[in-house]
T-cell receptor, first 113, second 117 residues
Framework: AQSVTQLGSHVSVSEGALVLLRCNYS??????LFWYVQYPNQGLQLLLK??????LVKGINGFEAEFKKSETSFHLTKPSAHMSDAAEYFC???????????FGSGTQLTVLP | GAVVSQHPSRVICKSGTSVKIECRSL??????MFWYRQFPKKSLMLMAT?????????EQGVEKDKFLINHASLTLSTLTVTSAHPEDSSFYIC?????????????FGPGTRLTVL
C-alpha cells in the first residue's frame, strides 16, 4: 500500500522568493517518487522523478527535490519563483504490481507580483 | 519526449447517451495505459489500468460496466462512458507507459472535459 500527503493545499509566494512544496509518502516497497505540474485544463507534465541513486534530483524549470528516506519526504523547491510557475503541483509515488501512481491531493501555487 | 493525445478535448452530451474518449500514444508503443478521473480542485483518481490485448483492471468502486475500457492496440486505448449522467461530468485523463520496466514513466494526455447535461 502507498499514500502521499501534500501539506498545504494552497501556497503563495512573491515573485523571486523561495518555493517550497511539501510531500510526505508511505510505501511498503522502495518508492519511486514524482512531481508533476498541471496548468488549467491541461494534463500533467513531469517536473522530476526519483528512482534510485542520488537523493537530490534536479528537474525542469529550475525545480529540484530531495529524497529523505528517514523523513519519508520528497519536498519540491525552487530558489526563485517566477510568475509562470503558478499552477497546481502534484506529488506521486509509484508502486504496486503495475507500478501505478498514487497522487497527493495537490498544492495550488500562487505567485504574487 | 513521448507524446500522448486525447480526443476529444471537450464533449458535451445529453444524459443517457454514451461517450467515447480516445487516448493515443503518438511516438511509442504503450503496453500499459491508465485512465484517471479528476474532479474540480481535486487530485487524480486512478480508474483503471489496461494492458494491450487484455481486460482492464478496475480500481475498487469503479463500475466496469459503466466505464468500458478497450486497449486493442499498442497505440490506442478508449474509454466509453455508457449511459452518461450529470454525475459523470469530470475531467478524464489518460496516461501511457512503454514496456514494463520499473523506471518507465507515464506520459499524460491533455485530458478530456466531459459535461453531461
Amino acid at each position: 500500500a502507498q499514500s502521499v500527503t501534500q501539506l498545504g493545499s494552497h501556497v503563495s509566494v512573491s515573485e523571486g522568493a523561495l518555493v517550497l512544496l511539501r510531500c510526505n509518502y508511505s510505501s511498503s516497497v522502495p518508492p519511486y517518487l514524482f512531481w508533476y505540474v498541471q496548468y488549467p485544463n491541461q494534463g500533467l507534465q513531469l517536473l522530476l522523478k526519483y528512482t534510485t541513486g542520488a537523493t537530490l534530483v534536479k528537474g525542469i524549470n529550475g525545480f529540484e527535490a530531495e529524497f529523505k528516506k528517514s523523513e519519508t519526504s520528497f519536498h519540491l523547491t525552487k530558489p526563485s519563483a517566477h510568475m509562470s510557475d503558478a499552477a497546481e503541483y502534484f506529488c506521486a509515488v509509484s508502486g504496486g504490481s503495475a507500478r501505478q501512481l498514487t497522487f497527493g491531493s495537490g498544492t495550488q501555487l500562487t505567485v504574487l507580483p | 519526449g513521448a507524446v500522448v493525445s486525447q480526443h476529444p478535448s471537450r464533449v458535451i452530451c445529453k444524459s443517457g447517451t454514451s461517450v467515447k474518449i480516445e487516448c493515443r500514444s503518438l511516438d511509442f508503443q504503450a503496453t500499459t495505459m491508465f485512465w484517471y478521473r479528476q474532479f474540480p480542485k481535486k487530485s487524480l483518481m486512478l480508474m483503471a489500468t489496461s494492458n494491450e490485448g487484455s481486460k482492464a483492471t478496475y480500481e475498487q468502486g469503479v463500475e466496469k460496466d459503466k466505464f468500458l475500457i478497450n486497449h486493442a492496440s499498442l497505440t490506442l486505448s478508449t474509454l466509453t462512458v455508457t449511459s452518461a449522467h450529470p454525475e459523470d461530468s469530470s475531467f478524464y485523463i489518460c496516461s501511457a507507459r512503454d514496456g514494463v520496466a520499473e523506471y518507465n514513466e507515464q506520459f499524460f494526455g491533455p485530458g478530456t472535459r466531459l459535461t453531461v447535461l
